[in-house]
DNA sequence: TCGAATTTGTGCGTATGTATC
DNA sequence: GGATACATACGCACAAATTCG
């Protein structure tokens, strides 16, 4: 006898206003599935079926041999640059900005090398394909917790020879102080958020659950209308709130 | 004998692989779950699990009595407003810019009433909990698919007993040109882009698959410090991207 | 230290309903 | 009507991790 909705998404849809609702906070352990049997008087695979709409969901967390238990949905707040920005803001980079806001301490890891344009990249820096970029990979911490990626590529044509060419070397932080430590100066920043399913590398980077989703935003600096930077940015799912100010007229 | 990775993992993994690389294009079918069984020699259940897994992400979508199906995943791209708008803009919702944009005919219903600010709606606003404000439920349209819902809400104090008290009733389209015509200058947009699950209304309002995941958008204009209108705005996941222009400095 | 109980993770087989072709 | 296929649901089994006496 189906009835309408179906038995999982209502246990589903009951166990996630009790979180929503704050009845289970975050870190508590959700009833078992032999418990959910019982009180809903459902068999065993329609029990695993609503915890596996809500893991979908990222909103709990299966631990074997212990239980399910809500995770920690506190999101930290990515501010994208603007016309916030003060002078002196150099000294630290936009991340650690962030993690401070939210009480966190933000540290990362890089790893800079020369490279050629993948096509991709080429046409974002409207150079030719295979041109020489430097690239940077990035992983982000905040408080220890991996939970942002990040890949950039500048024109080498632009920094190379300079003292900003390995972004992680010199003294300024940040591509808009390094593109303005050799002149450059950065106008307007694009940003194209978007959202899939999170990659078996980023699941492992980012230390992610099975099935998690992402933002990514594909990030130009431009000087003008000439790309000075472009990037892949690859944000938890769920666990960031995305700002933007923007001047109108 | 389990194996690492798990089976319906393994075969969710080949044919996301399949989707993204084109050898299935959109609104081609996947294999049969008894062809799954076959092909990989697992059961009904490993194959319904793996063939979940995508449902979950959203880039396939089942169809009883016919099949699983790749579903359309061209992105609308949403660009928020911000100094690319020319005089004579307000003729056109940007909705309607962006629709026009992707070759889409966009169009929209609402619905008007007064109503009184929640506790949220008064803080993003600025004014006492229980003021009056006008709220405007939309839902957008894109070639008919419904593709945006959104709900706004404008202080009363600024708009009543003027031409543009009802949001859709007048000359003048979008709130900048509208705030425009009784003397407010609106100086600056921000929105917080998130993601979570979409609810059930959201489902059946934007004819979503269970389980599909939903940007939401809160966006406030502001005059100065004073904001003029907040809105809730709710995009289906993975169907959308979204665009920001940021001037630097 | 050990072992038993609990719980999730993975997997198999089957049955019924219903939509599509 | 019949064949196919998905959606939902039941019951069962075993492995692995955790918890706790």
């Known amino acids: 006898m189906p009835t309408n909705p179906p038995a999982y998404l209502k246990i589903a849809a009951d166990l996630r206003a009790a979180v929503t609702s704050g009845d289970l906070a975050v870190g508590a352990k959700l009833p078992s599935e032999t418990g959910l049997m019982r009180q809903y008087g459902v068999s065993r695979t329609v029990a695993k079926w609503a915890i596996s709409v809500l893991k979908g969901e ?17 999101r930290l707040v990515r501010h994208a640059q603007g016309r916030d920005r003060r002078a002196g803001d150099g000294l630290t980079s ?29 046409a974002r820096l409207g150079i030719a394909p295979a041109a020489p970029v430097m690239r940077t990979a990035y992983r982000f911490f905040a ?7 990040s890949t950039s590529y500048e024109p080498l044509v632009i920094t190379q020879g300079t003292p900003v060419e390995w972004p992680e070397a010199g003294a300024a932080v940040g591509v808009v102080a390094r593109m303005d430590a050799i002149g450059v100066r950065v106008t307007e920043v ?31 600096y431009f000087a003008g209308d000439v790309p000075v930077e472009a ?10 709130d995305l700002v933007y100010r923007i001047p109108i007229d």
Chains 1, 2 share one sequence.
């Open 58 to 74: 990222g909103i709990v967390e299966g631990r074997a041999g212990s239980g399910v238990y809500v995770r920690d949905t506190r």
């Open 94 to 122: 936009p991340f650690a900005h962030d993690a401070a806001r939210a009480g966190q301490q933000g540290t990362w890891e890089h790893d800079s090398h020369h490279d050629q344009a993948d096509d991709r990249i080429a």
């Open 143 to 149: 408080d220890d917790e991996p939970t942002q990626l």
């Open 190 to 220: 694009v940003e194209r958020v978007s959202l899939r399913a999170a990659t078996a590398d980023e699941v492992e980077a980012l230390h992610l659950p099975a099935r998690a989703s992402v933002h990514t935003i594909e990030r130009t």
């Open 231 to 240: 990037a892949d940015i690859v944000l938890p799912g769920g666990r960031y």
